[in-house]
């Protein structure tokens, strides 16, 4: 018979209950890692103040496995209405886009909650009393904000600009629109009282409207029209003749990537239409760039010297070879002066944009605050770079034919958020007087340096 020590079934029962321990606390540590796992996680940016429709998107995230529900509730007093909900197929992310409707759902001004409503399927050994995922205070305004337009330019023509001034009180934001365009104001004057700038394109359709939009940071909006009358105006056409030895020239500095076996006229169509359109974008961009505070001086001043030889909105059709190959207006001035002449900025503001610009070669663009701008292209040389505060007069660089140009000169423009208008206006100190610094004085605004001197009134510098 075989006997076993004592030692050895001591040895034993100990293995045993250090199995069971082991066991057992890998058991509750294995539970308590499954409750101490996070539940869902959520992100939603709701805004400080909620109006008529407020939209906005919450993202519902489980830290493990997938979210199995989610709802988005809004609550005030002991009123809770569910917004939107999600009780389809579960998924790791989960993305509800929704708009706040208050009225709709019966809610009045004052304090509000939103709460998200939402639960992973990860197993826990115990749940809890549900409740929210996370709870975003807010503030319900219906009421949209006072909007009165003091003063504005009281006659404009296509191709030309205007000003408007208002007092918007507590508006974040008041934009003029022309049509479909939109063009902000700025802060300036006396609190809530706003000043913009705004630009009829040369080819608007007459009885456009013309209007005011302000809205306060809960997106309630109000519209108010514009006082103006606006007058016909007529532009002039014109026509080029494309000639081989200009196809030579500047359709290969234009168009590098020009397959070999395309005829010239062909890649002068793309840059004269495509590198146009895109130069045209690019001043819509850098017209965002614009100060927020008015850096002009008086009126603008045309290069001494200089004489107009193409005119604004000036309709060109070209030819090539006794036939016509593509119509394009030209949106700016031609001025001719002797070669590579000296360059002045046309009035005080901050270079936004030095360098090539497609069909506008070698060019600078000055802005001038509430976004006006200035455009200076064909440089054969630029004095300047991105950044440089200039005066009015100071040397911005050297006309030249670079870009799409048949000979050496200067093209000039005017922009209003980048929308092209006639520089004629702007060399006018009578003109700046009567509808720019005169809406200003009328809205009770300092005008101070705005307004034209003693020597703009005597004739804009030539």
């Not at 000055?366 to 292209?377: I, S, W």
């Not at 958020?417 to 700046?432: L, N, R, Y």
């Amino acid at each position: 018979m075989l006997v076993v020590p004592r030692r050895s079934r001591t040895k034993f029962w100990v293995l045993l209950v250090l199995v069971l321990v082991v066991a057992l606390l890998a058991s509750v540590s294995y539970l308590i890692w499954r409750q101490s796992v996070p539940g869902v996680r959520v992100t939603a940016s709701v805004p400080r103040f909620v109006g008529q429709k407020t939209p906005l998107t919450v993202v519902v995230e489980a830290a493990r496995g997938r979210v199995a529900t989610a709802s988005v509730r809004m609550v005030q007093g002991g009123k809770s209405i569910a917004i939107t909900r999600h009780d389809g197929a579960a998924m790791p992310r989960l993305e509800l886009p929704l708009t706040l409707e208050p009225t709709a759902a019966g809610f009045r001004e004052g304090g509000a909650t939103v709460e998200v409503w939402a639960r992973d399927d990860f197993w826990r050994p115990w749940r809890g009393q549900e409740r929210a995922a996370a709870t975003f205070p807010t503030t319900i305004d219906l009421t949209p904000p006072p909007l009165e337009v003091a003063a504005a330019t009281p006659y404009i023509l296509p191709g030309g600009a205007g000003l408007v001034v208002v007092r918007a009180g507590d508006a974040v934001r008041a934009d003029a629109r022309v049509g479909s365009l939109t063009f902000p104001t700025f802060p300036m004057g006396p609190q809530g009282t706003r000043v913009g700038f705004f630009a009829l394109p040369y080819d608007i359709p007459s009885g456009t409207s013309l209007s005011v939009t302000a809205a306060d940071e809960a997106g309630n909006a109000v519209t108010r029209g514009i006082p103006a009358e606006m007058l016909p105006r007529r532009f002039r056409r014109d026509t080029i003749e494309v000639s081989d030895a200009f196809l030579n020239a500047k359709v290969p500095e234009l168009l590098p990537q020009r397959p070999p076996n395309q005829p010239l006229v062909e890649g002068f169509l793309v840059i004269n239409r495509d590198q146009r359109k895109f130069a045209e974008e690019e001043k819509r961009r850098v017209a965002l760039k614009t100060a927020d505070k008015p850096l002009w001086e008086g009126a603008f001043v045309q290069p001494r010297n200089t004489k107009v030889f193409s005119n604004f909105a000036e309709a060109r059709t070209y030819r090539y070879q006794g036939r016509e190959i593509d119509t394009q207006v030209h949106v700016g001035f031609d001025l001719a002066s002797t070669k590579q002449a000296v360059v002045p900025a046309a009035n005080k503001g901050v270079v936004v944009y030095a360098g090539p610009l497609t069909i506008y070669g070698n060019t600078v663009i000055v802005d001038h605050g509430l976004g006006l701008q200035t455009l200076y292209g064909h440089l054969s040389s630029v004095a300047v770079k991105l950044g440089d505060a200039v005066a009015k007069g100071q040397e911005l660089g050297r006309s030249g034919a670079t870009g799409l140009a048949l000979g050496d000169h200067l093209h000039y423009e005017v922009l209003v958020h980048g929308v092209s208008v006639t520089p004629i206006e702007w060399w006018d100190a009578k003109w700046i007087r009567d509808r720019v610094s005169g809406p200003l004085k009328a809205a009770g605004i300092d005008v101070g340096s705005l307004e034209p001197s003693g020597e703009d009134r005597a004739g804009r510098s030539r």
